[in-house]
Nanobody, 124 residues
Framework: QVQLVESGGGLVQAGGSLRLSCAAS????????MGWYRQAPGKQRELVAT???????NYTDSVKGRFTISRDSAKNTVYLQMNSLKPEDTAVYYC??????????????????WGQGTQVTVSS
């Protein structure tokens, strides 16, 4: 299994910055894409940003130019630098990764894994 542990959430004023971190640990063969999602009260969970194992990134339109996703593959860690935060960024942020596990010497299984979530609150 793969465990994801997030850190870095908190309360910040509008215009401020926060940096989220998510470290993956456990028994896996490789980690493919990693990403961040968020869920605001009363809303569905939405994609914020993703990064592939080769470093290709994707962002939802509302955070482009303000958020930057990066990863340290040696540490199996993904980061989300959030600048110019707005009250509408308030949500629980969840880390996600797609990882391969060896079930047997010839069988591999690919699954998605989620962190427990970290609260980000932006005050106006």
């Amino acid at each position: 299994q793969v465990q994801l542990v997030e850190s870095g959430g908190g309360l910040v004023q509008a215009g401020g910055s926060l940096r989220l971190s998510c470290a993956a640990s456990g028994s896996f063969f490789s980690i493919n894409a990693m990403g961040w999602y968020r869920q605001a009260p009363g809303k569905q969970r939405e994609l914020v940003a993703t990064i592939t194992s080769t470093g290709r990134t994707n962002y939802t339109d509302s955070v482009k130019g303000r958020f930057t996703i990066s990863r340290d593959s040696a540490k199996n860690t993904v980061y989300l630098q959030m600048n110019s935060l707005k009250p509408e960024d308030t949500a629980v942020y969840y880390c996600n990764c797609n990882a391969d596990r060896l079930l047997t010497i010839t069988t591999m299984k690919r699954d998605d894994y989620w962190g427990q979530g970290t609260q980000v609150t932006v005050s106006s």
